[in-house]
C-alpha cells in the first residue's frame, strides 16, 4: 500500500498564470482556465481567477481542482481583457478558502488582483510593521503583505510601489497582477520561482511553466530574469531590472521534481534533465540487474535514462491510478494495514523472478519507499536496488517548497546505509551533488540548500 496521506514527498507549491488582450471586448477567463489546468501538479488545494474589466475586478475562487471550482459556467461570467489565475497548496497559512488566491484588494479609487507562488521569510516581521500601522489582515498568508506593501506606496505610481515593494521582502516569489489596466509579472531577485512570458496574436501570457502557455497556444518569448518587473499594458511591454543585487538561484527541486517533463525552465528541459540525471546515477553507482522500473510520474525519465546508461531493460513495473484526487475517501486505519493498493499497484509481471532497479526522484520520510520495496518483494522480486535520481534531503526549505522539520528528513538523521536498512532494499545509492549538478547543464546558478544547506540568503531559525 502506498499511503498517499503520509506526506512523504517534497509538496508541490503553487502556480501562477497571467493573460492581457489588446482587444478589450475579447475576454480572457477560458484561456486562465486551460491555463491553470496547466498548472494543475502545482497545487490541488484551491484555485481562483480575478479578472479586470476597464479596471474593475471580477474573480471566482474556492477550495479543489480546477476542474471542481469552474463549474456551471463560472468562468464565463468574469469579465475583462485582464487577468491572472491561481493554483495553489498552501505552505504558509492554513488550507481554507480565505487563503485562496489572487487576492483582490480595493485601495481608495485603485482595485488590485495579485497571485503570488513562494513564500517570504521575512513576512512576519512585515506582517507586524504593517499591523502597527493599523493594517488589518484578512488571510494568514504572506501574500497579503505583498499586495498591501503595493498599495500603500501606490501615491507614487504603481511602477514606483512596485519597486519599493520589491526591496522590502526577501524571500522567494513569482508574481502576477493586474491593476488599473495593466498586466504585471515579478521574478524574485534570485530566481528561485520560475515564470515566464509568451506572445499570442493579440496579447501577452504570463505563466509559472512554459507547459502553460503551450495550452493556450501562446509562442514562448523568454523566461523572467531575477528580479525583473515586467508591465504589459496598451502601449506595451515595458521591463524594469534590479540588476544591482541579483543572483541567479533557480531552485533545482523544479528540474527534479516540481515541473512538468514538457515545460523548459531558463532555457533546461526538464525531462532532460531528469533522463540525464538517470544517465549518470547509472554512471555512478550501477549494479546486476534484470529491469530498471521508474516511481510515477517523476521517476520515470530518469529510469528510462538509467537503462539506456546500463544496458539493462527499462519495464513498466508500477502503475498509478491518477484518480486519487483530494475528495478520495480517506481509509480508515484498518484498511491501512490490510494494505490496500491506493494509489500505485506493482505490475507483477514485469518483476517477479527478477532484479530489479528502482529510480526515484527523492527520499524525504522514507516511508513511501520502504513500502515500495516491500511491494516489490511481495510480487516476488528476487533482488531490489533502489536508487534516486537526487542527492538525500538534509535540510528544509524556507522558499515555498513543503519539507518537514530536519528531524524528520530521513536523509539528515541517518547514513545511506541506514536508510537502506530501514526501507529494506538490497542496495540503495542517491546521484551526487555534482552529478546531479551536471545533469542540469552545470554551472552555479541553482539552489541546492535542501541537499548542502547552503541558502541564498539568511533565513529564519526554525525548531526541529
Do not use: W
Given at each position: 500500500m502506498i499511503d498517499i496521506f503520509d506526506k512523504d514527498k517534497m509538496e508541490e507549491e503553487c502556480g501562477v498564470f497571467g493573460v492581457y488582450k489588446h482587444d478589450t471586448e475579447k475576454a480572457v477567463s477560458q484561456l486562465l482556465y486551460y491555463g491553470l489546468y496547466a498548472l494543475q501538479h502545482r497545487g490541488q488545494e484551491s484555485a481562483g481567477i480575478a479578472t479586470n474589466k476597464n479596471g474593475k475586478i471580477f474573480q471566482h475562487k474556492g477550495m479543489g481542482l480546477v476542474s471542481e471550482v469552474f463549474r456551471n459556467g463560472t468562468v464565463k461570467e468574469l469579465e475583462g481583457?485582464?487577468?491572472?489565475?491561481?493554483?495553489?497548496?498552501?505552505?504558509?497559512?492554513?488550507?481554507?478558502?480565505?487563503?485562496?488566491?489572487?487576492?483582490?484588494?480595493?485601495?481608495?479609487?485603485?482595485?488590485?488582483?495579485?497571485?503570488?507562488?513562494?513564500?517570504?521569510?521575512?513576512?512576519?516581521?512585515?506582517?507586524?510593521?504593517?499591523?502597527?500601522?493599523?493594517?488589518?489582515?484578512?488571510?494568514?498568508?504572506?501574500?497579503?503583505?505583498?499586495?498591501?506593501?503595493?498599495?500603500?506606496?501606490?501615491?507614487?505610481?504603481?511602477?514606483?510601489?512596485?519597486?519599493?515593494?520589491?526591496?522590502i521582502i526577501k524571500g522567494a516569489y513569482a508574481l502576477v497582477i493586474t491593476t488599473e489596466d495593466k498586466l504585471i509579472g515579478i521574478r524574485d531577485p534570485h530566481g528561485l520561482r520560475p515564470l515566464c512570458m509568451g506572445k499570442t496574436k493579440n496579447g501577452y501570457v504570463f505563466s509559472s511553466e512554459s507547459c502553460g502557455l503551450d495550452a493556450v497556444g501562446a509562442e514562448y518569448v523568454r523566461d523572467l530574469e531575477p528580479g525583473e518587473i515586467v508591465i504589459v499594458d496598451g502601449e506595451g511591454v515595458n521591463s524594469y531590472s534590479q540588476n544591482n543585487w541579483v543572483k541567479k538561484k533557480l531552485c533545482i527541486f523544479e528540474l527534479i521534481y516540481f515541473a512538468r517533463p514538457d515545460s523548459v525552465i531558463d532555457g533546461i528541459s526538464v525531462y532532460l534533465s531528469r533522463h540525464n540525471a538517470g544517465k549518470i546515477l547509472s554512471q555512478e553507482s550501477g549494479v546486476e540487474a534484470d529491469v530498471v522500473i521508474g516511481v510515477p510520474d517523476s521517476g520515470i525519465p530518469a529510469a528510462i535514462g538509467?537503462?539506456?546508461?546500463?544496458?539493462?531493460?527499462?519495464?513498466?513495473?508500477?502503475?498509478?491510478?491518477?484518480?486519487?484526487?483530494?475528495?478520495?475517501?480517506?481509509?480508515?486505519?484498518?484498511?491501512?494495514?490490510?494494505?490496500?493498493?491506493?494509489?500505485?499497484?506493482?505490475?507483477?509481471?514485469?518483476?517477479?523472478?527478477?532484479?530489479?532497479?528502482?529510480?526515484?526522484?527523492?527520499?524525504?520520510?522514507?516511508?513511501?519507499?520502504?513500502?515500495?520495496?516491500?511491494?516489490?518483494?511481495?510480487?516476488?522480486?528476487?533482488?531490489?536496488?533502489?536508487?534516486?535520481?537526487?542527492?538525500?534531503?538534509?535540510?528544509?526549505?524556507?522558499?515555498?517548497?513543503?519539507?518537514p522539520y530536519r528531524k524528520h528528513l530521513v536523509g539528515a538523521m541517518k547514513t545511506v546505509d541506514e536508510i537502506r536498512d530501514m526501507i529494506g532494499a538490497d542496495t540503495l545509492a542517491f546521484i551526487s551533488i555534482d552529478g546531479l549538478v551536471k545533469s542540469v547543464g552545470g554551472g552555479t546558478t541553482f539552489c541546492k540548500a535542501c541537499f548542502d544547506g547552503d541558502y541564498p540568503m539568511e533565513v529564519p531559525v526554525v525548531e526541529d
Open positions: 481583457n485582464i487577468g491572472i489565475g491561481h493554483v495553489r497548496y498552501s505552505t504558509a497559512g492554513e488550507s481554507k478558502i480565505e487563503n485562496a488566491q489572487p487576492l483582490v484588494v480595493s485601495y481608495k479609487n485603485s482595485h488590485i488582483a495579485l497571485a503570488h507562488n513562494g513564500n517570504l521569510v521575512n513576512a512576519r516581521a512585515l506582517r507586524e510593521m504593517l499591523e502597527d500601522g493599523g493594517v488589518v489582515f484578512q488571510t494568514t498568508i504572506d501574500t497579503e503583505v505583498i499586495v498591501n506593501l503595493i498599495a500603500r506606496g501606490l501615491r507614487n505610481g504603481i511602477v514606483e510601489s512596485i519597486k519599493r515593494m520589491v526591496e538509467y537503462s539506456e546508461a546500463s544496458g539493462i531493460p527499462y519495464g513498466m513495473g508500477l502503475i498509478k491510478n491518477k484518480y486519487t484526487g483530494r475528495t478520495f475517501i480517506q481509509p480508515n486505519q484498518e484498511l491501512r494495514v490490510e494494505g490496500v493498493k491506493i494509489k500505485l499497484n506493482v505490475l507483477k509481471e514485469n518483476v517477479r523472478g527478477k532484479r530489479v532497479v528502482i529510480v526515484d526522484d527523492s527520499i524525504v520520510r522514507g516511508t513511501t519507499s520502504k513500502r515500495l520495496v516491500e511491494m516489490l518483494r511481495e510480487a516476488g522480486a528476487t533482488e531490489v536496488h533502489f536508487r534516486v535520481s537526487s542527492p538525500p534531503v538534509t535540510h528544509t526549505c524556507h522558499f515555498g517548497i513543503d519539507t
